[in-house]
């Protein structure tokens, strides 16, 4: 078979997976045919859990993390989000008590900065095997948040200590403006942390009913070609 019937075939099949709704599941879709909204009942089970903080990690395999701080830090719970129609429970750990914390930014390609919200301790979790992270705890009396990364394996920090800022909880609607008159998809309660996978379009809500995942058939089906297209070459 040559690249090009290849291409051509695997182009089709892409383009149906993308466009066809799941019959699994009741998500919400737009009259546009590009939005889906897949609320909490839609996902794996632990998607339910309420949280407090969430974000994404990609690996060198092509493969997209979500991470979830579930049930006041007590449990961390890790979905592989590279395919946005098929997202799957990967890891579901619980975590030595120490309070309820959020994820502040990456340090380096593999770990992510986390704060606890009670006391001035901080933590790093260790990305280096993804599906199977590391949460080491460091009691320090410096604002990580801040600092200068040198290199992979160095930080330039301060004296200053970080300071709890609470998020604002608000309510979320989705809108499709498709046509003239205006449809109200979903509205997610709650909602003090988003994030957004600007590879494929898809946007995670974390809200009091737990994770809601908005997707874009378009910005998926652009995302799979340009796939395709570098597999190709």
């Known amino acids: 078979m040559n690249n090009t019937i290849k291409f051509t075939l695997t182009l089709g099949l892409a383009i149906a997976a993308a466009a066809l709704p799941s019959t699994a599941n009741a998500e919400i879709h737009s009259r546009s045919k590009d939005l889906v909204v897949m609320e909490a009942h839609d996902l794996p089970e632990q998607a339910q859990v309420t949280g407090n903080s969430l974000f994404l990690h990609s690996d060198n395999a092509g493969s997209t993390y979500l991470y979830i701080e579930q049930q006041q830090g007590a449990r961390?719970?890790?979905?592989?989000?590279?395919?946005?129609?098929?997202?799957?429970?990967?890891?579901?750990?619980?975590?030595?008590?120490?309070?309820?914390?959020?994820?502040?930014?990456?340090?380096?390609?593999?770990?992510?900065?986390?704060?606890?919200?009670?006391?001035?301790?901080?933590?790093?979790?260790?990305?280096?095997?993804?599906?199977?992270?590391?949460?080491?705890?460091?009691?320090?009396?410096?604002?990580?948040?801040?600092?200068?990364?040198?290199?992979?394996?160095?930080?330039?920090?301060?004296?200053?200590?970080?300071?709890?800022?609470?998020?604002?909880?608000?309510?979320?609607?989705?809108?499709?403006?498709?046509?003239?008159?205006?449809?109200?998809?979903?509205?997610?309660?709650?909602?003090?942390?988003?994030?957004?996978?600007?590879?494929?379009?898809?946007?995670?809500?974390?809200?009091s009913n737990g994770l809601t995942v908005v997707r874009r058939l378009s910005a998926e089906y652009n995302y799979e070609v340009h796939q395709i297209q570098m597999e190709g070459n």
């Open 76 to 207: 961390l719970s890790v979905f592989d989000v590279t395919n946005p129609a098929r997202i799957k429970l990967v890891e579901s750990k619980p975590l030595a008590a120490q309070g309820a914390f959020d994820f502040i930014r990456p340090l380096g390609n593999n770990a992510e900065l986390v704060y606890f919200r009670n006391g001035q301790k901080e933590a790093v979790l260790d990305l280096h095997k993804a599906t199977a992270p590391v949460f080491r705890v460091i009691p320090t009396a410096t604002d990580l948040g801040v600092a200068e990364t040198l290199g992979e394996t160095g930080l330039l920090v301060t004296s200053q200590v970080h300071q709890y800022v609470p998020a604002v909880a608000r309510d979320y609607r989705v809108i499709d403006i498709a046509t003239s008159a205006l449809t109200n998809l979903a509205t997610v309660k709650d909602v003090k942390h988003q994030v957004t996978n600007d590879e494929t379009g898809t946007t995670f809500l974390l809200g």
